[in-house]
C-alpha cells in the first residue's frame, strides 16, 4: 500500500522513504515545485470546509487548469460534499472533458457517505480509472471498500485521511494507497504517534516491496 503526503505539510526525513507522492488541490498548483508524483484532488472537501461556493463550471475549469500546469497521475473527479446522486452526477458530466484534456492522468470517482457505490465503479471503469473513498466516517469507509472489493478485486481503490495504525493495518490488504496530512502535522498527539512503524508495517517504500508481509487481523498485502 502507497502513502501519499498532504502537501504544504512538513515532510519528515525519516518519512521521506515512504512518501510515494503528494495530494494537491487546484488553488495550490501554481505553487507545487516538488518533483514527486500527484494526485490532483479537486477542491471540493476545501471549499466545503471553508463555505466557499463551489459551482460546477468552475469546480471543472479549475481541475482542468491545475491539470495542465501539474500532468498529475491522479485526478479526482469534481464531486460534492454530502451531495449523494448530485455529486456523482457531476463527477459524470465532468470525466468525458478531464479524460480528453489530460489522458494519460488516472481518474479516482470519489465517494462518501449517502452515495451509490456501484454506479461510481461502473463510472471509474469507463474511463480506466479508479475509486477514491472519502467520507467523515472510519466504519464507513471500511464499508465502502468491502462493497468495492465484493464487485472487483482489482479496481484501483485510494482511502483518504486514514492514519490509524488498526486503520492502516485492515486496508492494507484490501487498498492500494491512502492520504493524510496528521504524519506532517505538529500538534502533540500527532509528534506522539509511531508512524515510521506504521509505515514499515504496511506501506511500500520507494516501490520496493516492504518485508512486512502480515498484519494484525492476519490480512495480506496487495
Not at 479526482?76 to 492522468?105: K, N, Y
Not at 463510472?123 to 477514491?132: C, E, P, S
Not at 495504525?165 to 492500494?176: A, F, N, P
Request: proline share 5%; with cysteine; aromatic share 12%.
Amino acid at each position: 500500500m502507497e502513502y501519499w503526503a498532504g502537501w504544504k505539510w512538513s515532510h519528515p526525513k525519516e518519512l521521506r522513504p515512504w512518501i510515494a507522492g503528494q495530494v494537491i488541490t487546484p488553488r495550490w498548483a501554481e505553487d507545487y515545485k516538488s518533483d514527486d508524483r500527484i494526485i490532483l484532488d479537486n477542491g471540493a472537501f476545501a471549499a466545503w470546509r471553508d463555505n466557499q461556493p463551489m459551482d460546477e463550471e468552475f469546480h471543472v475549469s479549475e481541475v482542468l487548469r491545475a491539470g495542465r500546469l501539474l500532468r498529475p497521475e491522479f485526478v479526482v473527479l469534481p464531486d460534492i460534499v454530502a451531495g449523494g446522486d448530485e455529486s456523482l452526477r457531476r463527477s459524470r458530466q465532468s470525466a468525458p472533458a478531464i479524460h480528453s484534456e489530460l489522458p494519460s492522468s488516472r481518474l479516482l470517482v470519489a465517494v462518501q457517505e449517502g452515495m451509490k457505490i456501484w454506479e461510481a465503479m461502473e463510472l471509474a471503469d469507463m474511463f480506466g480509472g479508479g475509486i477514491f473513498v472519502g467520507g467523515a466516517d472510519y466504519a464507513w469507509k471500511r464499508y465502502a471498500v468491502e462493497t468495492i472489493r465484493a464487485k472487483s478485486k482489482s479496481i484501483y481503490v485510494h482511502v483518504a485521511r486514514i492514519w490509524k495504525d488498526g486503520d492502516l493495518c485492515w486496508h492494507s490488504s484490501r487498498t492500494q494507497s491512502f492520504d493524510n496530512t496528521t504524519f506532517g502535522r505538529g500538534q502533540n498527539f500527532n509528534v506522539k504517534l509511531d508512524k515510521v512503524k506504521s509505515l514499515q508495517r504496511y506501506c511500500t517504500r520507494f516501490g520496493e516491496l516492504n518485508p512486512v508481509d502480515s498484519c494484525q487481523d492476519g490480512g495480506l498485502r496487495p
